[in-house]
């Protein structure tokens, strides 16, 4: 009953907030991307830059700033979140690739 007080409570919407945030970033980052008419690799470098962000700035600002330490976490659940979510991105891209179909992610290294 306690975990589903928290995750239906503040923590829930912080949460919820943090992941909202990330998925924009990744999504505008690859759309602006290929607006902008980059090749798919560079989409995908510029869709994870934007989506990362560096949430360590805001637990340094909200220590700073503020007396309570709790302002701090809605950057510390991001940072963790931001990670997590960048990693399985990046993971997800380095087997899928839809510009070449055939080609594997161990055959692009030995063209690279």
């Known amino acids: 009953m ?3 007080s928290l995750l239906f409570g503040e923590l ?3 949460i919820l907030a ?3 945030l990330h998925s ?3 999504f505008v980052g690859y759309l602006s991307a290929a607006l902008c008419g980059f090749k ?3 989409r995908r470098a510029i869709s994870i830059e934007i989506g990362m962000q ?3 700035l805001g637990v340094v600002l909200a220590t700073t700033h503020f007396a309570s330490s709790m302002v701090a976490l809605p ?3 991001s940072a963790v979140i931001m990670n997590i979510m960048g990693s399985s991105l990046g ?3 380095r087997y899928n690739d839809p510009s070449n179909s055939k080609t594997s992610p161990e055959a692009v290294e030995k063209l690279e």
């Open 54 to 56: 560096n949430s360590s």
């Open 75 to 77: 950057a510390a659940i």
């Open 2 to 4: 306690h975990i589903q």
């Open 24 to 26: 924009a970033g990744f």
């Open 40 to 42: 798919e690799r560079q």
């Open 12 to 14: 829930g919407v912080v």
């Open 91 to 93: 993971f997800f891209w």
């Open 18 to 20: 943090v992941l909202l």
